[in-house]
């Protein structure tokens, strides 16, 4: 099952709840998923090959990822359940561009593939990393915004933290992180927190 579709499994016992207390629920948020987004910019020695990402999910979420992935009950995923956790619940989510809305020279960059995939556990929040693999020359700019364009998933990039570098030593980085009201979207006409990278020898 993927992503939108493991949460709806938990959905209804929470839409019962509503209906049963008279709360209408026609207006209601529309997140049902929320998760923290950190991009490590991975470099070597032509520049960029690469963004890390670290998605940090609610309490929720994480409780069914566990329940449904987790098979020997230890709290942690195993190579063999992780594998599976990728097939059923990550895979999926190449037919959204794994949220990715990334900008390279100013010409958007489709995300298609990414690699490195894991899943684990860090304290109680369940998380997922993976590695968006880009070849990006000093002196071009980078942007990348982590967004559900449908609202289901709501990500929060922390604007004080959501930037992490690695192997960057050989470059002069200057990054910004902030709401970007031009890739405003939905009737709720959510502002996504954009990165802005640029880098140079």
């Known amino acids: 099952m993927g992503l939108r579709r493991t949460v709806s499994r938990g959905l209804g016992a929470v839409l019962v709840c509503l209906c049963l207390v008279g709360m209408p629920t026609r207006g ?13 910019f991975e470099f070597d020695a032509k520049g960029v090959k690469g963004i890390r990402l670290l998605w940090h999910f609610d309490e ?8 449904d992935y987790d098979a020997d009950g230890d709290g942690a995923f195993s ?17 959204f561009g794994y949220f990715s809305h990334l900008s390279i020279g100013g010409q958007p960059h489709k995300v298609t593939d990414v ?8 304290g109680a929040e369940v998380f997922y ?19 559900d364009p449908e609202y289901y998933v709501d990500f929060y990039t922390p604007e004080g ?13 200057t990054s910004k992180v ?17 990165i802005s990278l640029r880098f140079s020898r």
Request: charge should be negative; aromatic fraction near 10%; hydrophobic fraction near 45%.
């Open 28 to 40: 209601m948020a529309h997140p049902h998923v929320f998760a923290t987004n950190i991009a490590t």
């Open 60 to 67: 929720m979420f994480g409780s069914l990822l566990l329940e």
């Open 79 to 95: 190579p063999a359940e992780q594998k599976v956790l990728k097939s059923e619940a990550f895979d999926n989510l190449k037919n």
């Open 115 to 122: 690699q490195d995939f894991t899943a684990g556990v860090d």
């Open 129 to 147: 990393s993976f590695v968006i693999p880009c070849r990006v020359a000093p002196g071009t700019d980078i942007s990348l915004a982590v967004f």
């Open 161 to 173: 933290a959501a930037v992490r570098l690695e192997n960057a030593d050989a470059y002069s980085v």
């Open 178 to 194: 902030a709401p970007n009201a031009d890739i405003s979207f939905s009737t709720w006409l959510i502002t996504p927190t954009e």
